[in-house]
């Protein structure tokens, strides 16, 4: 059998363990290729055809709607599939989130450099409206990367605490309202209480109070607000303080929400 170096690869091989393709240029009638050459030329062409493959691609979903569904139905049955597939979306996924992270600079001006704790922010505050534009998180990323990191809105690499305390730290600078002084003051107390006066996080102890956030120690926030609580703090002033919940700085609490646990604790086992 003919062995022979692939030219993008470099790869030694036989033509058995490479892609066999019909070709009217070749003496053979057949062309060769391995599979990572295969893929990096599907990949080049895809880069550069972008908008006409999602448009073929819908033309044919509309043209043969039960051949989509055939196809969509025997990948997404298949659990084991579906695993691998969302394993490779992650991991895509945070490779790219610390490509954005080192292009800003990859640390905070408080100095936290942990990329979990990490986020993009829009120096005007106008993130909300950008965001409904071009996507949240992973779709945000993604956009930065399209356009080279170039945006007419200006960007800013910070932590979530900081980002939280920027947020916040506008809010007060502008006429507070009774009701706003009333769930500052109301959530003042609910960290003194689960806090037990000492008004730090639980697990990093950061005792900036712009920082400090309530947390459900067992998780089950995002359905719990759903029941009609429009104040977590207000909530639980009212409710006597019912047992369940932490204060956690926001750079923990995030990390425990996305990650299943705060990069502290995982440290401290290591």
């Known amino acids: 059998m003919i062995s022979k170096d692939m030219r993008l690869c470099k790869i030694h091989g036989t033509h058995d363990s490479w892609s066999t393709y019909r070709s009217a240029t070749c003496v053979s009638g057949f062309r060769y290729i391995c599979k990572f050459c295969s893929k990096q030329k599907r990949s080049k062409w895809f880069q550069k055809n972008r908008e006409k493959s999602k448009a073929d691609n819908r033309l044919y979903k509309k043209q043969n709607p039960d051949k989509a569904k055939l196809y969509r139905d025997r990948y997404f049955k298949d659990s084991d599939w579906v695993d691998r597939k ?6 895509s996924n945070w490779e790219r989130k610390l490509r954005v992270q080192a292009h800003f600079g990859g640390t905070c001006p408080c100095g ?3 990329p979990r704790f990490l986020c993009v922010d829009h120096i005007n505050d106008d993130g909300k409206y950008h965001r409904k534009e071009v996507g949240i998180t ?3 990323y993604r956009w930065l990367e399209r356009n080279n990191f170039v945006s007419d809105r200006p960007l800013q690499l910070l932590c979530h605490s900081c980002n939280q305390k920027k947020t916040i730290t506008s809010i007060n600078s502008k006429e507070l309202s009774k009701y706003s002084i ?3 003051r109301k959530k003042l107390m609910a960290i003194s209480h689960y806090s037990n006066g000492r008004f730090e996080c639980a697990c990093c102890s950061e005792n900036d109070l712009d920082k400090l956030s309530l947390d459900h120690i067992n998780g089950g926030g995002t359905k719990h607000r759903k029941t009609g609580i429009y104040n977590l703090s207000v909530w639980l002033v009212k409710n006597n303080f019912p047992p369940g919940f932490q204060v956690l700085c926001y750079n923990c609490n995030y990390c425990k929400g996305a ?3 705060c990069m502290h604790k995982t440290r401290t086992k290591k």
């Open 86 to 91: 969302n394993s490779r979306l992650r991991q």
């Open 112 to 114: 936290e450099n942990e």
């Open 138 to 140: 992973a779709g945000f």
């Open 182 to 184: 009333r769930r500052k």
């Open 259 to 261: 990650y299943g646990e």
